[in-house]
């Protein structure tokens, strides 16, 4: 009758050899016949519980255990390994399987103007800061245009910007300002902060830089106390969050007829100086022509072409392509 | 305004280094248009463009003056001629001002002994550099006196000037005039007077803007007057406008010459340089008319109020000093008395700014005040619009800008009896864009066009933006209605291998209007067959909403014989909605309804009915008749053919019921139907269908 020790022994090296053999198993064909070999109704680990029987009774739970622990072993290798070639062996797609890179079929997604996305832009901004936004006239009285903004029929500025008349002697607004008398009505009294975006007019020749109607944005802060360093503040705000944060501004004296102190504004980006908007302080005369007191009230107001930001912003060197409207050219933005 | 940066320079009491000078043209807020090198000096040519406000600086001594006190320098006047500075005595001209309201000064003066020659090197040198093209020693030094003063003058032969007198007057109706360069004008309309210079006999210039034919002088001349007036802006501006002529000196005079500068200045100046550079010797002093004198304004300015305009404290001595270096008179308690020459400064405002440019504004701190704070909001409309264009441009529609002015024709096109008539320009630039355009569809059509000349087989563009009318009561210029416009044709995706690709049609156009109607909340719109110009009469409907009898839009498709399309070859389909009259639909907040939980019982109906039957008065009839737990009913199937008699149709609908707090009995669903078929009977003499 052999001793425990030398069956236990048996045992575990049969075991070492299964185990050993399995994790060197290249194929799941090969892992199945080492699967018999070793755990199958005849296999070696399986015919070590029959030689229990040759052990000495009380040497039994001691072999018992030894043989269960081979079988455990062979099992988990079995299964590691099992693990592992399948891993290996790649996805298994049926007859019905979809070719995932075809096309899709899509809903076409639209697009949204140059033009609109910096007006969007602008009203996020505005909104931010405690403006409010309406729309105001288009077809204007000369007084809101030009008469209330300091400039009466005679004076030069009229020059600077010719004008379309319709035929009952209004005429189509060259400039977002003339809100400027409505919104002071509307939002009286002060403290008030207005903006408006829009359609204006001018007889300019089209080229690639004028177009005879094109859009602005005009602003308007009026407080008890509100100044030029207000004014110099915002613009900043407004600037870097259309153009970036690396920009630099700079404040030219100027002249608009309805702002005093006034001030052209040049904004330094992408390695230039671009003239780009006017500003200033509103002028006491505009204040009165809305009913509001100059000794009470101050405030700055400024204008931008949208355009001009459009352009500057995604590199577009013709104002015409804005008003083609390729759909080659819109989704681009 | 052309000068020469030596020329500038002698007007500085020391110099300035060319780059400093070239920085501070800006600052002091005059733009170089253009500057090049002056041959065969170190200085500089610069054309720069002189604010409108300030006139004073149409002179080289109004921008030496600013550039003088940008640099805290001294301005150094010109020196005159003491002979003639100090004459005085009668002098052979009368003058007289028939005409004071549009010529408030006028200063002649007599010189003898003239010898016209061409001017000395210098002269013509300087003239040359900056454009201008040197004529005789005498007309010579009158420009060159007005681009250093900004004073216009103007030489006549005194010889030519009969009855030795000058009168300012009107410009009488049956009186004509030809002018240097051979221009013949009138007096124009009564009540836009025409000033002019005449002598005994009639006018001998075009006051401010042209000497008169005979008028200049001529190498032969020996007596010269010398002219140096003013005049009203708003006058010579019409004036020159209606004749269709503009010179240096209409330039000046429109936009203001200060009349306190034209003796003690330009006239001065002017014969002194004829006295050394043509041998002229005063005869007499000079005769100034000046029946009311302008003085100068003075303003009080208080500290705390420029401070609180420039959100930067400036102490009273920086405003004096600032002040002081443009010639004001500034006191301790800044009572500023402003010179004359400052047309601009019609408010204390100006004084503001001018400190602010002394100062400098990029001294002036980039921070924000602490104020009152405002709410940040859109109105309505605008939020709409927001709302809408979110949705039409995640489905496919490129949002579009279109010129908001048309064709005659095209508005007409579009024009029904109902219009209201339309807004016309006077001055169009062209008949293209001649009239304010009542439909955003026409643009929308050539914006579909452009691109299927492109190549595109899928349009859909959409705009949002105004359409204009005439107000019937004529208070305001146009009534201005925001509407939203699109159109779409062609397949509905661009490329598709699946085969489920298809042409869009009317349908698909009309669930776009009924997306933009629940998007904007807006319950119980229907869809009304209609005729209207622009849309076909086989496809076109109105929506109109309850409680509205005016349609807020339209759907159909376009009609090419309204609406050119060419280079369409597919069907186009567009809308228009108002948008004022959808915002009014606009549910407003939602209110919470519990959901159903109970048990549902759906049931099918197909229904045999007349071929021209609409659709939208059975489902109404359905929603009505089928009592409160109809939870909703939609048409499943529309059928011709076979299995209907001709003439006829068959409509499938399927319905839900349920009721919020029990289940229905099949009993109770089935009566319901059934009474349903049977008002559908009696309604639309519709039959179940087999």
């Known amino acids: 009758m052999p001793g425990v020790q030398e069956t236990t022994d048996r045992v575990r090296s049969t075991a070492a050899a299964a185990v050993a053999a399995i994790e060197r198993a290249g194929t799941v064909e090969e892992l199945e016949s080492l699967r018999i070999k070793y755990l199958g109704r005849k296999g070696e680990i399986t015919l070590l519980t029959r030689s229990l029987g040759e052990v000495a009774p009380a040497d039994r739970p001691a072999v018992g255990a030894a043989v269960n622990d081979a079988k455990n072993a062979a099992q988990a290798a ?6 592992a070639l399948d891993a290996s062996a790649g996805p298994k797609r ?10 899709a079929t899509r809903r076409p997604v639209g697009t949204r103007h140059p033009l609109s996305q910096v007006g969007e832009e602008i009203k996020s901004i505005f909104l931010g800061l405690g403006y409010a936004y309406d729309d105001y006239p288009e077809v204007e009285t000369e007084f809101n245009n030009f008469d209330s903004l300091g400039m009466p029929a005679w004076h030069p ?33 002060p403290p008030m902060r207005v903006f408006t975006i829009g359609r204006c007019y001018r007889r300019d020749e089209i080229d690639a830089t004028h177009y005879p109607m094109f859009h602005q944005v005009d602003v308007i802060a009026i407080d008890r106390g509100i100044s030029f360093c207000d004014l110099k503040w915002t613009l900043f705000q407004m600037l ?16 608009f007829p309805f702002t005093t102190p006034s001030a052209e504004v040049d904004v330094f980006y992408r390695g230039r100086w671009m003239e780009l908007l006017g500003s200033g302080m509103i002028h006491p005369d505009v204040f009165r022509k809305a009913d509001l007191d100059p000794d009470v009230w101050q405030g700055f107001a400024f204008g931008m072409g949208i355009e001009r930001i459009a352009m500057a912003r995604h590199n577009i060197d013709d104002i015409r392509l804005l008003f083609e409207n390729d759909e080659q050219f819109l989704r681009q933005f | 305004m052309l000068i020469t940066t030596p020329w500038l320079l002698q007007y ?38 002189v604010l409108a406000n300030r006139p004073d600086m149409l002179g080289i001594i109004g921008i030496a003056r600013e550039v003088a006190a940008h640099f805290d320098l001294k301005l150094k006047y010109p020196t005159f001629n003491e002979a003639v500075a100090n004459a005085a005595g009668p002098s052979p001209l009368s003058v007289q001002i028939e005409a004071p309201d549009l010529c408030p000064r006028y200063v002649g003066r007599v010189m003898t002994g003239v010898k016209v020659a061409r001017s000395p090197k210098w002269l013509q040198e300087l003239l040359t ?57 009138d007096a124009g309309k009564p009540g836009q007077p025409t000033l002019v210079i005449a002598d005994a006999t009639g006018p001998v210039a075009l006051a401010g803007i042209m000497g008169g034919k005979d008028s200049e002088t001529r190498d032969s001349s020996t007596e010269i007057l010398v002219e140096a007036a003013n005049f009203d802006a708003p006058t010579i501006r019409r004036t020159r406008k209606r004749i269709d002529v503009s010179t240096e000196s209409s330039f000046r005079f429109e936009r203001g010459v200060d009349p306190n500068r034209t003796l003690d200045g ?90 602010a440019r002394l100062v400098g504004y990029d001294n002036l701190s980039m921070r924000p005040t602490t104020q009152a704070p405002t709410p940040g909001r859109r109105s309505a409309l605008d939020q709409l619009r927001f709302e809408l264009s979110s949705y039409l441009s995640s489905v496919g529609y490129l949002e579009s800008r279109t010129p908001s002015l048309d064709l005659p024709e095209q508005v007409d096109a579009l024009q029904s009896a109902a219009s209201s008539p339309q807004v016309k320009l006077v001055n169009p630039m062209s008949r293209e864009h001649a009239v304010m355009r009542t439909s955003l569809l026409p643009s929308l059509v050539r914006v579909a066009e452009g691109n299927v000349r492109r190549g595109t087989k899928t349009v859909r563009a959409y705009e949002m933006d105004r359409v204009y009318h005439l107000p019937a009561d004529k ?18 995706n661009e490329y598709d291998w699946t085969g489920r690709n298809s042409a869009i049609n009317f349908y698909d156009v009309k669930g776009s209007v009924e997306d933009v109607l629940d998007v904007v909340g807006a319950r119980n719109a229907r869809f009304e067959p209609t005729t209207r110009a622009g849309f076909t009469d086989d496809a076109c409907a109105a929506i109109v909403v309850e409680g509205s009898t005016d349609p807020l839009g339209y759907v159909g498709e376009l009609d090419r014989r309204a609406i050119p399309m060419d280079r369409i070859d597919f069907k186009l389909f567009g809308f228009e909605l108002d948008l004022a009259a959808l915002l009014r639909t606009h549910a407003g907040v939602a209110r919470y309804k519990p959901l159903a939980r109970m048990p549902a019982a759906p049931r099918d109906l197909a229904i045999v009915v007349k071929k021209d039957q609409p659709y939208q008065p059975i489902e109404r009839t359905i929603r009505e008749q089928a009592g409160p737990a109809l939870e909703w009913v939609r048409l499943i199937d529309v059928y011709e053919g076979k299995q209907v008699p001709p003439g006829y149709k068959s409509l499938a609908f399927r319905m839900l019921f349920r009721a919020p707090d029990r289940t229905l009995t099949a009993e109770e669903v089935q009566t319901t139907v059934d009474q349903l078929v049977r008002t559908l009977a009696d309604q639309f003499a519709a039959t179940l269908r087999a």
């Open chain 2, 12 to 49: 500085l009491s020391s110099s300035v280094a060319h780059d400093a000078l070239m920085e501070a043209f800006p600052r002091i807020g005059l733009e170089i248009e253009e500057s090049h090198k002056l041959e065969g000096t170190e200085g500089y040519v610069a054309d720069i463009n």
């Open chain 2, 129 to 185: 550099s900056i454009g201008q093209r040197p004529i005789s020693n005498v007309v010579d030094i009158t420009n060159f006196v007005m681009l250093e003063w900004g004073q216009p003058l103007h030489a006549f032969d005194f010889a030519n000037v009969r009855g030795k007198q000058i009168i300012v007057r009107r410009m009488r109706p049956d009186e004509k005039m030809e002018l240097l360069g051979g221009k013949t004008i």
């Open chain 1, 78 to 83: 079995l299964d590691a390994r099992k693990t």
């Open chain 2, 266 to 355: 330009a006239m001065t100046r002017a014969c002194s340089l004829i006295a050394e550079l043509c041998g002229g010797k005063p005869v007499g002093g000079a005769v100034d008319a000046y029946p009311s004198r302008l003085e100068p304004k003075v303003y009080s300015l208080a500290p705390s109020r420029v401070s609180s305009n420039l959100g930067t404290d400036v102490d009273a001595p920086t405003i004096k000093r600032s002040l002081e270096k443009l010639e004001m008179q500034v006191t301790d308690d800044l009572k500023v008395t402003v010179p004359t020459w400052r047309i601009d400064a019609t408010d204390v405002v100006v004084l503001t700014e001018d400190v």
């Open chain 1, 157 to 189: 500025a009229r020059d600077m910007q010719d004008s379309f008349f319709t035929e009952t002697g209004h005429v189509l607004r060259t400039h977002t300002t003339s809100f400027q008398m409505h919104a002071m009505r509307q939002f009286a009294p």
């Open chain 2, 475 to 492: 208070k305001t210029g146009a009534v201005e209605r925001w509407m939203l416009g699109a159109v779409a044709g062609g397949m509905l």
């Open chain 1, 240 to 255: 870097r969050a259309l153009l970036g944060n690396d920009i630099d501004l700079r404040f030219r004296p100027s002249f």
């Open chain 1, 94 to 103: 049926s007859a019905t399987a979809l070719d995932v890179t075809l096309p």
